[in-house]
Nanobody, 124 residues
Framework: QVQLVESGGGLVQAGGSRRLSCAASERTFSSYTMGWFRQAPGKEREFVAA????????RYADSVKGRFTISRDNAKNTVYLQMNSLKPEDTAVYYC?????????????????WGQGTQVTVSS
């Protein structure tokens, strides 16, 4: 059972930056592809970014491409989401998710493990 704990959320002004972290309990973390998703009030949860278990490939939603960067440190069992040039429309609860040996899928149902989420609020 993989447990995921997100951190780093908070209030940030438009144009600012924030880095989210997701710590995994699983000692075989390096065998899990990791994803970030987000859910704004009244909207469905949507894909943000994913990084392959090896770290060798990443995928981004068009809405964040060029502004967000996903990375991982397998030695620390942690995945990061660096968010730059934040916009009010980036306001959401951000969730970390994991799938064993998976590809960088944008589909929610490919991920079997989820964190509790961390709120990011971007003020205009």
């Amino acid at each position: 059972q993989v447990q995921l704990v997100e951190s780093g959320g908070g209030l940030v002004q438009a144009g600012g930056s924030r880095r989210l972290s997701c710590a995994a309990s699983e000692r075989t973390f390096s065998s899990y592809t990791m994803g970030w998703f987000r859910q704004a009030p009244g909207k469905e949860r949507e894909f943000v970014a994913a990084i392959l278990w090896s770290g060798g490939s990443t995928r981004y939603a068009d809405s964040v491409k060029g502004r967000f960067t996903i990375s991982r440190d397998n030695a620390k069992n942690t995945v990061y989401l660096q968010m730059n040039s934040l916009k009010p429309e980036d306001t959401a609860v951000y969730y970390c998710a994991a799938q064993k040996w998976g590809g960088t899928s944008p589909r929610l149902n490919e991920y079997g493990y989820w964190g509790q989420g961390t709120q990011v609020t971007v003020s205009s």
